[in-house]
Every structure is written in C-alpha cells, then in structure tokens.
C-alpha cells in the first residue's frame, strides 16, 4: 500500500511504480526498506540482454518457435 508520503517521495525523487514493483521482486530486505544495489542492477541487465539475444535467435530459427512448437 502506498501512503502520501510515499507517493510523494517517489515523485520527488523520479522513482517509479515500476522501480517499487522490482525492487519488492528481486532487491533485499533490509529491515524497513528493500533494497536493489547498482550491482544487482547491472548483473540484472546483464542478463536481460543475454536472455533477449537468446530469443531473437530462437526467432530466427526458421520452422521453430520458442517453445519448439513449429511454425
């Protein structure tokens, strides 16, 4: 639940739904705070981009599809 105050920190700062929600997924809980480092950031889009790269791939692959259902 997001109270006023919260809201109006997340608007100050430039902070998202979306930040909030990812943060709650992956980052640590610490207390009464979650937190998500610059370095879980990057190990995160690190893999992004493998996982995205992958798929493309697998697109490309002609007469198969991502879940090897044939086109």
């Not at 997924?25 to 996982?51: H, T």
Request: net charge positive; charged share 30%; glycine share 10%.
């Amino acid at each position: 639940m997001k109270t006023k105050h919260m809201h109006d920190q997340m608007n100050r700062r430039g902070i998202t739904q979306d930040m909030v929600d990812l943060a709650v997924l992956v980052g640590n809980d610490q207390g009464d705070r979650i937190v998500l480092s610059r370095k879980q950031v990057q190990y995160l889009l690190e893999n992004v981009r493998r996982i995205k790269l992958a798929l493309w791939k697998l697109c490309r692959v002609k007469g198969r599809t991502p879940g090897g259902q044939g086109a």
